[in-house]
């Protein structure tokens, strides 16, 4: 195919009508003495699929009464997938186990040279037998808050360094558990701009007795080695943001798919014209759903997959053109409507050959066990 033809092929799907065909469900990983939740994906320049999620003991398993998403063993570990996500191997690999205390929500990012970015933030536990007295700016039940901290590989997530943590936000008097400024830290997808830079959306609470957040932009130019504050994202006086996927459009605009409280649900959506030097007013989509992920397919479209905790509970997805202007108005797909509760979601997705789509999420029926499970998708 000449670049002419490639080109009238890619303008034809691109202005083909969105639409998304159900193929299967599968089962990345399973395991009844844990409680698996908050995958990531990406696939490999040979083609090889890495799911990454939290594991920790099921509770339930062990006698008590419930889970909580805190764990002093909740630790980062990954599978593989050489079918495209039909099979998965079995025993999971370990990513990082922190010594200080449970690892959360573990976010893959492959950058354009192959290496692997793993973002994570940390909980330590506190004895429950003695009052806290715990200098850490958030404490949720017998945890305190460290932060976040990130790490990374170069050989296709074999073995990792770190753990790396990136720097406070500015101005923000906030202390982990031994009185240091408290590391930025968030859930969300990462994103590599087309010039290199990596660009991380970051939640951080606002000073004030309601327990606010607000999200803000760091930048790393050296692959995420260091890492700058460029500017504020989005805030409101009365709704919290938090757990931002990020995303740049093919003219370069730096989409936020942000998550939000207080404010019924809503998805918002912001967007950096200027390469994340500054963010216009962020827009309510008008439809529920969290968090998210988008991922780019053939003709430039893109696939925006999130969570839907609300009955029927499950994980839904769209189909926005290339420079996301639609999301007010793209059709909505349902990927599952048979969840057990509420406590579900988190879906992360992978552009795979032959116009499919592979999104990963966690899930449970009937307040069973959770697991990892996905949904073969073509478009």
């Known amino acids: ?73 909740s630790y980062m570990v990954l599978v593989r997938s050489r079918d495209n996500g039909l099979t998965w191997s079995k025993e999971p690999e370990l990513i990082f186990a922190h010594p200080l205390g449970g690892s959360q929500d573990p976010g893959l990012l492959q950058l354009s040279d192959g290496t692997l970015l793993c973002t994570s933030y940390l909980w330590t536990f506190l004895d429950p037998q003695s009052p806290a007295k715990s200098p850490a700016s958030s404490v949720l039940g017998n945890y305190a808050f460290q932060g976040g901290y990130y790490v990374r590989s170069t050989d296709g997530g074999r073995t990792w360094k770190g753990p790396f943590v990136p720097p406070p936000i500015p101005g923000r008097d906030l202390r982990d558990a031994y009185g240091q400024p408290l590391p930025s830290y968030n859930r969300g997808a990462l994103c590599q701009g087309k010039d290199g830079r990596i660009f991380w959306a970051v939640a951080s609470r606002v000073p004030g007795p309601d327990a606010r957040t ?12 260091t890492w700058k504050y460029s500017c504020l994202i989005a805030a409101d006086a009365k709704g919290s943001f938090n757990e931002t996927a990020l995303y740049e459009t093919p003219k370069g605009d730096l989409i936020a798919f942000l998550r939000t409280a207080s404010l019924d649900d809503h998805t918002a959506v912001a967007r950096s014209r200027d390469g994340g030097r500054s963010f216009e007013p962020w827009q309510d989509a008008g439809w529920q759903g969290h968090p998210h992920h988008a991922v780019r397919l053939s003709g430039d479209r893109v696939f925006l997959v999130y969570g839907y905790r609300h009955q029927p509970f499950g994980v839904r997805a769209r189909i926005l053109d290339a420079e996301c202007t639609d999301f007010a108005t793209a059709p909505e797909t349902i990927l599952r409507d048979d969840g057990g509760g509420g406590d579900l979601g988190y879906p992360w997705a992978v552009a795979l050959p032959n116009r499919q789509v592979l999104a ?6 009937e307040n069973g066990t959770r697991h990892i499970a996905g949904t073969l998708l073509t478009y």
């Open 360 to 365: 990963i999420y966690y899930f449970q029926k």
């Open 214 to 225: 607000d999200v803000h932009l760091l930048i790393s130019s050296d692959k995420g080695v």
């Open 1 to 73: 195919m000449n670049e002419i033809s490639r080109r009238t092929f890619a303008a034809m799907l691109a202005a083909a009508p969105a639409g998304l065909t159900k193929s299967r469900d599968v089962i990345v990983y399973s395991d009844e003495r844990y409680y698996s939740a908050f995958p990531s994906i990406v696939r490999r320049p040979d083609g090889e699929l890495l799911a990454a999620f939290r594991r920790a003991p099921d509770r339930r398993a062990l006698g008590q009464s419930g889970n909580l998403h805190t764990h002093p063993n």
